[in-house]
């Protein structure tokens, strides 16, 4: 019992003291610094898109398939799912 009375004294004014502090809000950007935001976001997405095509390319054109092929696949995928065919 004592034990506890001590373990909360020590800790009820930690709890007391982590409660956080209110902080306004931060003032909405200028327009010329929300259009240098939004540069740096698209040169982020380009970048990741380029490191994704320098990956992924050779992969992707290996997977190059014709309209034939696609509609083979596909018809295949619908009957095993005992969907009819798109012509109908």
Do not use: V
Request: with cysteine.
């Amino acid at each position: 019992m004592h034990r506890r009375a001590f373990l909360a004294a020590l800790l009820l004014p930690g709890c007391g003291a982590a409660q956080p502090i209110l902080q306004k809000p931060p003032a909405p950007a200028s327009p010329a610094e929300r259009q240098r935001q939004l540069e740096r976001f698209w040169d982020r997405q380009k970048e990741k898109e380029a490191a994704d095509r320098f990956w992924n390319g050779p992969r992707e054109a290996r997977r190059n398939l014709t309209r034939d092929q696609f509609e083979r696949w596909d018809y295949q995928r619908w009957r095993q799912r005992g969907w009819r065919s798109y012509p109908y």
